[in-house]
DNA sequence: GGCGCCGCTTGATCCAGGTCAAGGCGATGC
DNA sequence: GCATCGCCTTGACCTGGATCAAGCGGCGCC
């Protein structure tokens, strides 16, 4: 009974409910017993905007959930071109299991909390309770899923329908603050240069195109940074959903 | 005794063996007995090129492995504008396991030979197998960083980077016919339509960049398909892998 | 043989989005 | 208060790749 204590008593629990809140993230999986084995390894961090969590040439040797704030999964070409190919929200998982070197950067585009744990620990804990292993790979498909839907965009949507299209994907995303019958309104949790590197645009590009949303009275703008959708419904239809 | 002669009287063990050749594949992480089990709900089957072996708005209900040729996973958006999101070549897996319907559509590229089996069969064996789970898994992490690679080439690269990284891409994966200190031969599996639609470029820009790299001696092209590339260091230089 | 079709190449022109440059504006520091 | 900095917007211009159009060569068919 101490032990259940314990754990009621710590963060995991929370986390844990926020993972099955979207049947994501890895605690849900575990028994309450491997939940204590794994609080043992595990630490809580948060970061600061910027803050680089995985490197492209790390090798990996910890796993994390997202808690809160957005992370960005970047690639970068030798030249300096960067390329955004994942956004991961709470309460993502990051890690690449079953591999030691990640080819990608990750790094927190907002302050982020995260959860993070050694790679050996929870490999172990994979192999014991199945349904973890499932989750993850229920992750990945999902994120195979966005990766491939976002190929699309890049490959064939004009500026205009790419833009829109990333502000649906943050006003489904982002806990949205207000909503109703079509309204809806969020902060942006990405630099107008996030924004364009992962759309494969510029910032002028970005910028141009929120400002035609703007005057086309579909959203709002205030501080740069707060986004009212006026009708989310003329927004899909712009981004061609 | 007669049933491991069944076995080795069918078919499918050349397929395992494909399999197990490059770690992919379903069948390499069966039993004998699985492998007759899932044996008696196989269908083999060759198809000509354009077949659609599983369509977007489908319900999938079963799962393949292709055997030989490549087949080709593409979107489209409402207007037609099309994108290929991924390739896969034997002996890889088709399929969208844990979801009913897929998004995206499964097309011969080449003549294609395909092992093809029942959903539930194969989803049966999952639960019995956790390793046949732990290659999906693999295979499912394996296409994402494709796909990830690929959005970086869609987002930032050129037109002549695209281009060297698609050949680069089918130097890797076709059988090689010759190789010989950093000269290879191969025949292209796809035509320039859908090597622009995997590119997001049009077919006028591919066929521009294969005359510039063919002007510049990097590579010689016979009858439309068959690609001789001299110098792959020097591809890979223009690809800016 | 001749004809049409299909896949591909090549040339001429156009334009969406990139590049370059000049502010605007809020935050932070002196 | 003023200077600096970071982030964003806007305008002017340029260009890489799209679009439009013509033609070529292999292949199947009458």
């Not at 910890?62 to 994942?86: C, F, H, M």
């Not at 949303?213 to 009708?231: C, M, Q, S, W, Y």
């Given at each position: 009974?101490?032990?259940?204590?314990?754990?009621?008593?710590?963060e995991i629990p929370a986390l844990c409910r926020a993972c099955e809140a979207r049947h994501r993230g890895v605690c849900g999986a575990?028994?309450?017993?491997?939940?204590?084995?794994?609080?043992?390894?595990?630490?809580?961090?948060?970061?600061?905007?910027?803050?680089?969590?995985?490197?492209?040439?790390?090798?990996?040797?910890?796993?994390?959930?997202?808690?809160?704030?957005?992370?960005?999964?970047?690639?970068?070409?030798?030249?300096?071109?960067?390329?955004?190919?994942?956004?991961?929200?709470?309460?993502?998982?990051?890690?690449?299991?079953?591999?030691?070197?990640?080819?990608?950067?990750?790094?927190?585009?907002?302050?982020?909390?995260?959860?993070?744990?050694?790679?050996?620990?929870?490999?172990?804990?994979?192999?014991?309770?199945?349904?973890?292993?499932?989750?993850?790979?229920?992750?990945?498909?999902?994120?195979?899923?966005?990766?491939?839907?976002?190929?699309?965009?890049?490959?064939?949507?004009?500026?205009?329908?790419?833009?829109?299209?990333?502000?649906?994907?943050?006003?489904?995303?982002?806990?949205?603050?207000?909503e109703s019958e079509g309204e809806i309104s969020f902060d942006l949790p990405l630099t107008r240069a996030d924004i364009a590197d992962f759309l494969g645009l510029t910032i002028e590009t970005v910028?141009?195109?929120?400002?035609?949303?703007?005057?086309?009275?579909?959203?709002?703008?205030?501080?740069?940074?707060?986004?009212?959708?006026?009708?989310?419904?003329?927004?899909?239809?712009?981004?061609?959903?």
């Open positions: 009974m101490a032990i259940r204590q314990d754990i009621h008593n710590s575990l028994t309450p017993e491997q939940l204590v084995e794994l609080s043992r390894h595990t630490t809580k961090r948060k970061v600061e905007p910027g803050t680089v969590l995985v490197s492209d040439s790390d090798t990996i040797d910890s796993y994390a959930n997202v808690l809160a704030g957005v992370v960005k999964l970047t690639k970068t070409l030798p030249d300096g071109r960067q390329q955004i190919v994942g956004l991961q929200f709470a309460p993502d998982f990051i890690g690449r299991p079953f591999k030691q070197e990640s080819s990608i950067t990750a790094e927190a585009a907002t302050a982020v909390r995260v959860c993070a744990f050694p790679k050996t620990s929870l490999d172990r804990m994979i192999s014991q309770a199945p349904e973890l292993g499932h989750r993850l790979h229920l992750q990945a498909l999902n994120e195979l899923d966005e990766a491939r839907y976002w190929m699309l965009t890049l490959g064939r949507k004009t500026a205009a329908e790419r833009v829109a299209s990333f502000l649906h994907l943050i006003a489904r995303h982002g806990d949205p603050e207000a910028s141009r195109q929120l400002t035609k949303l703007r005057k086309d009275g579909l959203i709002a703008v205030e501080n740069n940074r707060h986004v009212t959708v006026f009708d989310v419904d003329k927004l899909e239809r712009r981004a061609n959903i």
